[in-house]
């Protein structure tokens, strides 16, 4: 596609259920970013993807959250037994091969995530 | 712990100035710094991106300093104009696939 899609938009779940959020980035962007960004707050690290290696998961804020990327496109990132805190919204990025930042990353525009 | 600051409060100028604003990190060397623009309820933009042996780089009416002595760099906008005002946020990634992090922002409102 021509921008990252992310979906869905908002999503409001109550406290305790398990949530799905999907990023579709662009096409041949090797490089895939998820970010955390609370009201009026940056933007925290939340996992990163690059091509087929190991992904870097140090961002992750607790075991209930975990990610994955399939076929080195799709990704999806899973929050469980979702809590108050969760609520945020939650960007993603890619960027293209070898020097990943060298045009910056492109972001989609989020899922707002409420927890009731 | 590595920490990139930006100026929490909000930058307020008269259309047509220059504003400036500032990103100071600690422990952390960078290969590169980035400066995005954020719209609410919109993911942030790509602005432009300076290397570590790179002083200063432009477009348009922009213009990007990067002192890796002092650990700041500083975004200019010049002959600002209210459809400028938005939260300007500075990025920092080494190479070799790490992460990138993100400063806080820093909020610009333009006054026609």
């Known amino acids: 596609g021509a921008g990252v899609s992310q979906s869905p938009s908002n999503k409001v779940t109550e406290k305790g259920k398990d949530v799905e959020l999907r990023c579709d980035p662009i096409?041949?962007?090797?490089?895939l970013y998820w970010y955390r960004q609370s009201l009026g707050q940056g933007l925290e690290f939340l996992i990163y993807f690059q091509g087929n290696s190991a992904p870097d998961k140090s961002g992750l804020p607790s075991d209930r959250f975990s990610a994955e990327r399939t076929g080195g496109s799709v990704s999806t990132l899973t929050i469980q037994r979702t809590q108050q805190e969760d609520s945020a919204v939650y960007l993603c990025?890619?960027?293209?091969?070898?020097?990943?930042?060298?045009?910056?990353?492109?972001f989609g525009s989020g899922t707002r995530l409420t927890v009731v | 712990s590595q920490k990139i600051e930006q100026n929490s409060e909000a930058l307020n100028i008269q259309e047509g100035k220059t504003a400036t604003l500032t990103c100071n990190y600690t422990n952390y060397s960078p290969a590169y710094l980035q400066w995005y623009r954020q719209d609410p309820g919109r993911g942030p933009v790509f602005l432009l991106l300076i290397r570590e042996n790179e002083k200063e780089k432009r477009k348009e009416r922009l213009k990007v300093t990067f002192d890796t002595t002092l650990k700041q760099s500083l975004f200019h906008i010049t002959a600002s104009q209210p459809a400028d005002s938005a939260t300007y946020l500075c990025a920092l990634e080494r190479t070799g696939g790490f992460k990138t992090i993100f400063g806080a922002g820093t909020r610009l409102f333009v006054k026609a």
């Open positions: 990025a890619s960027s293209s091969p070898g020097v990943g930042s060298t045009y910056g990353y492109t």
């Open positions: 096409s041949g962007h090797t490089a």
